[in-house]
Nanobody, 123 residues
Framework: QLRLVESGGGLVQPGGSLRLSCAASGFTLGHYAIGWFRQAPGKEREGVSCISNNGGTTNMPDSMKGRFTISRDNAKRTVYLQMNNLKPEDTAIYYC????????????????WGQGTQVTVSS
């Protein structure tokens, strides 16, 4: 059974950092692209970034550039999202999703989704 589990969310003050983890089970992570998404209350889901099976990454929205970094450790079956200098507008549920091979152009092509982890940035 293909499964993704996110962790690492929580409450952090503005300017703080969090590292989210996306742990894969039931499939060989190294064969898959993993995307990170977020959804804030009342807003549409937003793509953060994706890392392909070959390590290539997609561009991030300008609001996240220079603050967020995506990486993967296939041996640990985990993809990470390092988030620095967090802002209140980063508050959202963060999800990871898997697609075989490269990063898809359409988020609907992701085959497996995790349950999400809540990130709250507040003083």
């Amino acid at each position: 059974q293909l499964r993704l589990v996110e962790s690492g969310g929580g409450l952090v003050q503005p300017g703080g950092s969090l590292r989210l983890s996306c742990a894969a089970s039931g499939f060989t992570l190294g064969h898959y692209a993993i995307g990170w998404f977020r959804q804030a209350p009342g807003k549409e889901r937003e793509g953060v970034s994706c890392i392909s099976n070959n390590g290539g990454t997609t561009n991030m929205p300008d609001s996240m550039k220079g603050r967020f970094t995506i990486s993967r450790d296939n041996a640990k079956r985990t993809v990470y999202l390092q988030m620095n200098n967090l802002k209140p507008e980063d508050t959202a549920i963060y999800y990871c999703a898997a697609n075989f091979g490269l990063c898809p152009s359409n988020s609907r092509n992701y085959a497996v989704w995790g349950q999400g982890t809540q990130v709250t940035v507040s003083s």
